[in-house]
C-alpha cells in the first residue's frame, strides 16, 4: 500500500467514527471501525517527519489546521465554540512531531535530555487536555523510532494501547467502548503492507480539510435533526 492508500484508509475509517460518535453513538460497530484511524494518522505523522522536504511548513501546516479544527471540535464535543476541557487530536499530533524534533537532535548525545523533552511534551497534551494526549504522542513516536522493526513496533503499540485502556478504566469509561478499543490493532494489517512509495498526490487539500469540515457538518446535521437517531437500528 502507498502512503496515499493509507491516508485514505485513515479518512474512511475516521469519517466512520465521527458518524458514530455524533449521530449514533449507540452504534458501537462504527466506533470500532474508528478505533483503526488514529494508529494509521500517528505512523502517516512519522513517515512525513521522515521525508518531509521542510519541517518547518510541514508543522506550521498542522498547527493551522489544528486551530482551524477547534471550533468545530468544540461544537461537537461541549455544545460552545470554544472549550478548555479538550483539545482536538491534531494538537496531540503536533506535539507528537515536536517530540520526533526533540529525539532526533539529543537522543544520540543527550539520551536523558531527548527524554525529558518527550515527557514534556507528554505533560503539555495531558495538561491542555488534547485528544488522546500522551498516549498519541508516544504512539506517533513509536512508529519513528521503530521504523523497520515490526516486532518492536508491535510490542511497543500493544503496551502503549494496554496503559491507555487502563487510564479509561481508572477514569471510568463504559466497559463497552474499552472492548472495542482494541481493534486499534487491526490497523498494523495496512501499516505491514505500506510499501513505502507516496502514490498519488490529488486531493492532499482534501485530506487536510477532511477532518473540521466533517466535524462541523455532522455538527450542523445532529443541530438541525437532518437525520433521525439510530433510523437504521
Known amino acids: 500500500m502507498t502512503a496515499f492508500a493509507l491516508r485514505l484508509t ?9 458518524v458514530g460518535l455524533v449521530l449514533f453513538p449507540g452504534a458501537l460497530a462504527l466506533r470500532a471501525v474508528g478505533r483503526i484511524a488514529l494508529p494509521l494518522y500517528c505512523f502517516l505523522l512519522a513517515e512525513g517527519y ?5 519541517l518547518r511548513r510541514y508543522a506550521l501546516r498542522l498547527a493551522v489546521l489544528a486551530v482551524l479544527s477547534e471550533v468545530p471540535f468544540d461544537l461537537v464535543h461541549f455544545g460552545v465554540p470554544l472549550a478548555a476541557a479538550g483539545q482536538n487530536v491534531l494538537f496531540t499530533l503536533l506535539l507528537a512531531l515536536l517530540a520526533m524534533c526533540c529525539c532526533d537532535a539529543l537522543i544520540e548525545r543527550r539520551p536523558l535530555a531527548a527524554a525529558a523533552s518527550v515527557l514534556l511534551c507528554c505533560m503539555a497534551a495531558m495538561l491542555l487536555r488534547t485528544d488522546y494526549a ?3 504522542v508516544l504512539l506517533a513516536l513509536s512508529f519513528y523510532l521503530f521504523d523497520g522493526r515490526p516486532a518492536a513496533r508491535t510490542a511497543a503499540f500493544a503496551g502503549l494501547l494496554a496503559g491507555y485502556l487502563l487510564q479509561l478504566y481508572a477514569a471510568g469509561v463504559p466497559t463497552d467502548f474499552l472492548l472495542i478499543s482494541p481493534c486499534a490493532l487491526l490497523s498494523l494489517v495496512p501499516i ?5 512509495r507516496p502514490g498519488s498526490k490529488r486531493g492532499r487539500l482534501l485530506f487536510y480539510a477532511a477532518y473540521p469540515l466533517g466535524l462541523a457538518l455532522l455538527y450542523l446535521v445532529r443541530a438541525l435533526r437532518l437525520i433521525p437517531p439510530y433510523w437504521f437500528l
Do not use: E, P
Open 10 to 18: 485513515a479518512l474512511i475509517c475516521m469519517a466512520i467514527d465521527q
Open 134 to 136: 500522551a498516549y498519541g
Open 192 to 196: 505491514a503492507r505500506y510499501d513505502g
Open 50 to 54: 521522515r521525508h518531509t522536504r521542510s
